[in-house]
């Protein structure tokens, strides 16, 4: 018997590369008969300067969240999926996603390859890179969109 995920958790932030991982999410979540899991990081560092003078912006990424976790949700379920739990976290993704997959017990994290400009991504760091280096168990590192063998 091969190796078999049974809770997997997929890194979400309405990027192309976050659909890419969702997608592969969803084709190894039916493989396995595993849970789906859905976060989405609301990245509080990129917004708590401009909340003390705008209180609407917090609300506005919360609703966004709430929003784009639904859609996913929404997908999966058309898919076949019914064991799907979504998630809305605070904070740095890149410290979020791993600790969210090791205090929920996932098996498995699936994220896009990047989300990041290059200069971001010079500035703080690839959020895959860290997840990968941070994650507790194992990690899958969404490069394109390439279709699954079962689609």
Same mark, same amino acid.
């Given at each position: 018997?091969?190796?078999?995920?049974?809770?997997?958790?997929?890194?979400?932030?309405?990027?192309? #590369?976050a659909e890419w991982a969702f997608k592969k999410g969803i084709a190894i979540a039916k493989r396995n008969d595993a849970v789906l899991s859905l976060?989405?990081?609301?990245?509080?560092?990129?917004?708590?300067?401009?909340?003390s003078y705008d209180h609407t912006i917090g609300e506005r990424a919360i609703k966004y969240a709430e929003e784009l976790l639904g859609e996913y949700?929404?997908?999966?379920?058309?898919?076949?999926?019914?064991?799907?739990?979504?998630?809305? @976290?605070?904070?740095?993704?890149?410290?979020?996603?791993?600790?969210?997959?090791?205090?929920?017990?996932?098996?498995?994290?699936?994220?896009?390859?990047?989300?990041?400009?290059?200069? @971001?991504?010079?500035?703080?760091?690839?959020?895959? #890179?860290?997840?990968?280096?941070?994650?507790?168990?194992?990690?899958?590192?969404?490069?394109?969109?390439?279709?699954?063998?079962?689609?």
């Amino acid at each position: 018997m091969g190796l078999k995920y049974r809770d997997i958790l997929v890194a979400v932030d309405g990027s192309k #590369e976050a659909e890419w991982a969702f997608k592969k999410g969803i084709a190894i979540a039916k493989r396995n008969d595993a849970v789906l899991s859905l976060l989405h990081v609301i990245d509080t560092r990129s917004y708590a300067a401009i909340d003390s003078y705008d209180h609407t912006i917090g609300e506005r990424a919360i609703k966004y969240a709430e929003e784009l976790l639904g859609e996913y949700k929404a997908n999966a379920e058309r898919c076949g999926l019914t064991k799907i739990h979504t998630y809305v @976290e605070y904070g740095s993704p890149k410290v979020v996603i791993p600790k969210k997959a090791s205090e929920k017990g996932k098996d498995l994290i699936i994220c896009g390859a990047t989300g990041l400009n290059a200069v @971001e991504r010079f500035l703080i760091g690839s959020v895959s #890179e860290h997840v990968t280096r941070a994650a507790k168990c194992d990690v899958l590192v969404v490069r394109t969109e390439e279709p699954d063998e079962e689609e």
